[in-house]
């Protein structure tokens, strides 16, 4: 079997699968919602005490702060007519506002990561009070007792209007709140240079004459659009919506089925929740080993994903601290981790997860030596080449010996043209005699096929890539080539690799084979130039291994035709002189 024609045919199905995927996403009819019922009643938990459950009502397009939690008060939410103070928060990765009402995080804007490389001016803005571009995270307690809580529409006050970072490590924003009655609580944010994580303390102090009984809870409200999905835009192939972890696996979860089949709930001490897109996420991590409940529910084009612990008592003259961690950035591997190592699976490698993610701390390791992605991703190239060269090496002989042969097999193929059954059995005996196992090279291709697709997968979804520069014209290895030069610097490639190694059989075959350089140039002509140029390093590299294979060949050949062994090292004798 040629294997060559093989590896073609295995990425070509890849790639006619995927515009297979995008057509019936683009013209499949669209599911009919069914019509809403109201939802039964859950029955309580009595370890809450009786707290009230949380609301999930979406975000009103007049409203400034949803309304996703009960009037306990009697007070509206508040409006875009409220002026509520917003305390600014200045550091060296981001700026947040912090609404006083809740002290909700109603913004956040990513300093070093502009939305594209020729606006340098116009940042990623992951959280936001813009309905088609809503993105709040809100913190809160839950109180048994009747009366006024510090839940998330509750007003905090603020000492200050404004926090910069500056030349410190860290700071912290403090608000408070009372009750009046003797139970205040302190809201504490703590920023930490070059992190875009941000941990919030909710410092209970109980000065009454009765206990507090509560809870804390934490909610994120993020848009979810149903997602428009084309070859022409990397960013589409990346999921964009909620995503959860009950601690022992993470789940993305999908329009159709919270439409379908309503709230998604679970509960976990290790869990956490979250909203991805391409390169950035918003995550949500509770304490660890608390007990919480979850819930993920959808309302128009908002998703509401929200935890709420178990009920905890803070008796008179007692503080109790209750802490959330959440993370507000792009998907930096190493930050993620700090927080909780299951926080890396935001990193959306899909189902090729176990390779992609070591080929990413390769590549990760080796851009630590040379500085540059682009050198970083044709070193490992060369490694991953190297680490399979003695499997294809086989295939590459084989190539070779059928190349050679095929003189030999159209002389057959003329001698039996109407005889398939001799002529199929004097092929056979043909490749015994000459040692040539015509299949030997598809285990090595399939082996590596995967290993391709999770290199994609590393270099498509890495943040580390986004905006990269290589060299000269490639300014950016997350976009395409501006020029498309390496598109055709790699259909040129694999146009040598076919002469190299001549296709025979049907002519109508043959044909189809002379044009997939050309069809491959076009569908690599809008990736990314980083992914572009891991299959140019990949083509040249495979070129030059089977160039040298086909003169060892040639050689192995004419020394047998003369009579000669394959040359060897001469054994070394003893001197006898």
Same mark, same amino acid.
């Given at each position: 079997?040629?294997?060559?024609?093989?590896?073609?045919?295995?990425?070509?199905? +890849?790639?006619?699968? @995927?515009?297979? $995927?995008?057509?019936?996403?683009?013209?499949?009819? %669209? #599911? =009919?919602?069914?019509?809403? !019922?109201?939802?039964?009643?859950?029955?309580?938990?009595?370890?809450?005490?009786?707290?009230?459950?949380?609301?999930?009502?979406?975000?009103?397009?007049?409203?400034?702060?949803?309304? +996703?939690?009960?009037? @306990?008060?009697? $007070?509206?939410?508040?409006?875009?007519?409220?002026? %509520? #103070? =917003?305390?600014?928060?200045? !550091?060296?990765?981001?700026?947040?506002?912090?609404?006083?009402?809740?002290?909700?995080?109603?913004?956040?804007?990513?300093?070093?990561?502009?939305?594209?490389?020729?606006?340098?001016?116009?940042?990623?803005?992951?959280?936001?009070?813009?309905?088609?571009?809503?993105?709040?995270?809100?913190?809160?307690?839950?109180?048994?007792?009747?009366?006024?809580?510090?839940?998330?529409?509750?007003?905090?006050?603020?000492?200050?209007?404004?926090?910069?970072?500056?030349?410190?490590?860290?700071?912290?924003?403090?608000?408070?709140?009372?009750?009046?009655?003797?139970?205040?609580?302190?809201?504490?944010?703590?920023?930490?240079?070059?992190?875009?994580?941000?941990?919030?303390?909710?410092?209970?102090?109980?000065?009454?004459?009765?206990?507090?009984?509560?809870?804390?809870?934490?909610?994120?409200?993020?848009?979810?659009?149903?997602?428009?999905?084309?070859?022409?835009?990397?960013?589409?192939?990346?999921?964009?919506?909620?995503?959860?972890?009950?601690?022992?696996?993470?789940?993305?979860?999908?329009?159709?089925?919270?439409?379908?089949?309503?709230?998604?709930?679970?509960?976990?001490?290790?869990?956490?929740?979250?909203?991805?897109?391409?390169?950035?996420?918003?995550?949500?991590?509770?304490?660890?080993?608390?007990?919480?409940?979850?819930?993920?529910?959808?309302?128009?084009?908002?998703?509401?994903?929200?935890?709420?612990?178990?009920?905890?008592?803070?008796?008179?003259?007692?503080?109790?601290?209750?802490?959330?961690?959440?993370?507000?950035?792009?998907?930096?591997?190493?930050?993620?981790?700090?927080?909780?190592?299951?926080?890396?699976?935001?990193?959306?490698?899909?189902?090729?997860?176990?390779?992609?993610?070591?080929?990413?701390?390769?590549?990760?390791?080796?851009?630590?030596?040379?500085?540059?992605?682009?050198?970083?991703?044709?070193?490992?190239?060369?490694?991953?080449?190297?680490?399979?060269?003695?499997?294809?090496?086989?295939?590459?002989?084989?190539?070779?010996?059928?190349?050679?042969?095929?003189?030999?097999?159209?002389?057959?193929?003329?001698?039996?043209?109407?005889?398939?059954?001799?002529?199929?059995?004097?092929?056979?005996?043909?490749?015994?005699?000459?040692?040539?196992?015509?299949?030997?090279?598809?285990?090595?291709?399939?082996?590596?096929?995967?290993?391709?697709?999770?290199?994609?997968?590393?270099?498509?979804?890495?943040?580390?890539?986004?905006?990269?520069?290589?060299?000269?014209?490639?300014?950016?290895?997350?976009?395409?080539?501006?020029?498309?030069?390496?598109?055709?610097?790699?259909?040129?490639?694999?146009?040598?690799?076919?002469?190299?190694?001549?296709?025979?059989?049907?002519?109508?075959?043959?044909?189809?084979?002379?044009?997939?350089?050309?069809?491959?140039?076009?569908?690599?002509?809008?990736?990314?130039?980083?992914?572009?140029?891991?299959?140019?390093?990949?083509?040249?590299?495979?070129?030059?291994?089977?160039?040298?294979?086909?003169?060892?060949?040639?050689?192995?050949?004419?020394?047998?035709?003369?009579?000669?062994?394959?040359?060897?090292?001469?054994?070394?004798?003893?001197?006898?002189?």
């Amino acid at each position: 079997m040629d294997n060559q024609r093989l590896l073609i045919w295995a990425v070509f199905g +890849v790639l006619a699968w @995927v515009t297979w $995927q995008q057509w019936t996403a683009d013209y499949a009819p %669209a #599911p =009919v919602q069914p019509l809403e !019922t109201p939802e039964a009643p859950q029955a309580a938990d009595p370890t809450d005490m009786a707290l009230p459950e949380l609301d999930d009502t979406p975000i009103d397009e007049q409203d400034v702060m949803p309304d +996703v939690m009960p009037d @306990v008060d009697g $007070q509206p939410a508040s409006t875009a007519g409220d002026t %509520a #103070p =917003v305390v600014r928060v200045s !550091t060296d990765v981001f700026e947040i506002e912090i609404s006083t009402t809740g002290g909700t995080l109603q913004s956040a804007i990513l300093l070093n990561y502009p939305v594209a490389k020729d606006r340098p001016n116009d940042l990623v803005q992951l959280l936001s009070t813009d309905p088609n571009q809503l993105g709040l995270i809100q913190t809160g307690l839950r109180s048994t007792a009747e009366g006024a809580e510090a839940n998330h529409r509750a007003t905090f006050a603020s000492a200050r209007q404004s926090f910069d970072l500056g030349s410190a490590d860290e700071f912290v924003v403090p608000l408070t709140w009372t009750d009046g009655a003797g139970v205040t609580v302190e809201k504490r944010y703590r920023f930490t240079r070059g992190s875009y994580a941000v941990v919030i303390e909710q410092i209970v102090t109980n000065n009454s004459e009765q206990p507090w009984r509560g809870a804390e809870y934490a909610q994120l409200q993020r848009r979810f659009y149903e997602q428009k999905r084309s070859m022409f835009d990397v960013d589409s192939y990346s999921v964009d919506g909620p995503i959860i972890y009950n601690g022992d696996k993470s789940e993305k979860l999908k329009r159709d089925d919270l439409i379908e089949g309503g709230p998604y709930d679970f509960a976990s001490e290790r869990g956490w929740f979250g909203s991805i897109q391409h390169h950035f996420v918003n995550a949500v991590v509770p304490e660890a080993e608390t007990g919480q409940r979850y819930r993920v529910s959808l309302r128009g084009n908002t998703s509401t994903a929200s935890s709420i612990g178990n009920t905890s008592v803070v008796a008179p003259g007692e503080t109790k601290v209750f802490t959330t961690t959440v993370f507000v950035g792009p998907k930096l591997q190493d930050q993620l981790g700090d927080i909780d190592k299951s926080l890396k699976l935001t990193v959306d490698y899909g189902w090729l997860t176990i390779l992609s993610q070591p080929l990413f701390q390769l590549l990760s390791f080796v851009y630590g030596f040379v500085g540059n992605w682009g050198v970083a991703i044709i070193i490992v190239t060369l490694m991953i080449k190297l680490v399979f060269y003695k499997l294809t090496e086989s295939s590459g002989r084989s190539m070779a010996k059928m190349r050679n042969l095929q003189p030999r097999l159209k002389a057959l193929q003329e001698r039996y043209k109407d005889d398939r059954q001799q002529l199929s059995q004097s092929m056979m005996e043909l490749y015994k005699r000459e040692k040539v196992n015509p299949a030997a090279g598809c285990l090595p291709i399939l082996i590596q096929m995967p290993f391709f697709l999770a290199f994609y997968w590393a270099l498509l979804e890495s943040v580390e890539m986004r905006q990269a520069p290589f060299a000269l014209w490639i300014t950016d290895l997350s976009s395409r080539d501006p020029y498309f030069i390496l598109p055709l610097i790699m259909g040129g490639a694999m146009f040598f690799q076919q002469k190299l190694n001549p296709q025979v059989g049907d002519p109508v075959q043959v044909k189809v084979m002379q044009v997939m350089p050309i069809i491959f140039t076009a569908f690599f002509a809008f990736f990314p130039a980083g992914l572009v140029l891991y299959w140019v390093t990949n083509t040249l590299l495979s070129i030059a291994q089977q160039w040298k294979i086909n003169k060892v060949v040639e050689r192995e050949a004419k020394q047998k035709k003369g009579g000669k062994k394959p040359d060897k090292k001469p054994d070394k004798k003893p001197d006898k002189s």
